[in-house]
């Protein structure tokens, strides 16, 4: 990312899920460049560390903290030590997400929907009821949902369902956070990622879904992190409820 870039989260603290690498990560490299405090986090400390130097070595304060999205202790753990860091929050971007299994809709095992449920759903909940207390005044939620959540593919469905589901969630706590937070959604098309291989992996299927862009390529993390830094930040002061698709024109919605 070499484009000069503006420094529109100077002094704001941002918490990032599942940002070790892919989207999340880009979103946390972009938030830091343009002046954020950033709290990353995933799952394994090793990740954390090394996504910590990464972005240090960029210039970036960040500061990292391992947190499995659908475990209580260590969401509260986030929220405590950021607070006990930064003393504020200003920005959470809700990131983490599961697809764990091709199965049509019928034929998913019972542990895999609460699977599904728990994190890519609930667990976005419960990470901002702790995290409400200490949301500054103009703050700013953004969640990540996908372009699948308007019309789920039959191997991807309950995932999908899942991602329709944050887009209700985004305009259901808009109103309730209003008006001292925003709480906004970027839809990400096709991102070459490591959650993505089983898909863009393979070079036939990655060339379908080029063609149904209208850009001819599919996204890159770094697409969805300037999505995302528009919506957490003041140039969105008037946006709240709603959903960005990021998608190179694939068809979503009129
Ligand atoms: P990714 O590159 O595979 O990165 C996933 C990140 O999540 C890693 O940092 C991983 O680190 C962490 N993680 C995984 N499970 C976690 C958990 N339970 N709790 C906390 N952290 C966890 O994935 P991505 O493609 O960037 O996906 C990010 C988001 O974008 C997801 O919500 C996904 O649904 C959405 N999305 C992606 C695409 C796409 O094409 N890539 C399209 C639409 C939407 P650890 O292994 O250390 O936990």
């Excluded at 989207?23 to 090394?50: C, H, M, P, T, W």
């Excluded at 699948?148 to 991602?163: D, E, F, L, W």
């Excluded at 008037?238 to 698709?245: D, R």
Aim: aromatic content about 6%; some cysteine; proline content about 3%.
């Amino acid at each position: 990312m070499d484009k000069k870039l503006g420094k529109r989260f100077e002094g704001k603290v941002a918490i990032i899920t599942a940002s070790t690498q892919g989207i999340g990560f880009s979103i946390a490299e972009r938030l830091g460049l343009e002046g954020a405090f950033v709290v990353i986090s995933s799952r394994k400390q090793k990740n954390v560390d090394e996504a910590v130097q990464k972005l240090r070595d960029r210039g970036i304060e960040v500061f990292g903290v391992v947190c499995h999205v659908s475990n209580a202790q260590q969401r509260k753990n986030l929220i405590d030590k950021t607070i006990q860091k930064y003393g504020k929050l200003d920005v959470i971007v809700s990131n983490a997400a599961v697809n764990p299994t091709v199965a049509t809709i019928l034929e998913t095992k019972e542990q895999t929907l609460d699977k599904l449920w728990d994190i890519n759903v609930k667990a976005a909940i419960l990470l901002l009821q702790d995290a409400a207390p200490y949301l500054q005044k103009g703050s700013s939620v953004v969640i990540i949902s996908s372009i699948v959540a308007y019309r789920p593919p039959a191997s991807m469905g309950m995932y999908g369902i899942t991602k329709t589901a944050l887009l209700g969630l985004t305009k259901a706590l808009a109103a309730e956070m209003a008006p001292n937070t925003r709480v906004n959604c970027v839809a990400p098309g096709f991102v070459p990622t490591h959650f993505a291989k089983f898909i863009t992996g393979d070079a036939n299927l990655r060339r379908e879904l080029e063609a149904k862009t209208l850009l001819s390529r599919l996204g890159t993390t770094q697409d969805m992190a300037a999505a995302t830094a528009y919506l957490a930040s003041d140039d969105a002061a008037y946006v709240t409820g709603e959903t960005l698709v990021v998608a190179g024109g694939m068809q979503s919605r009129l």
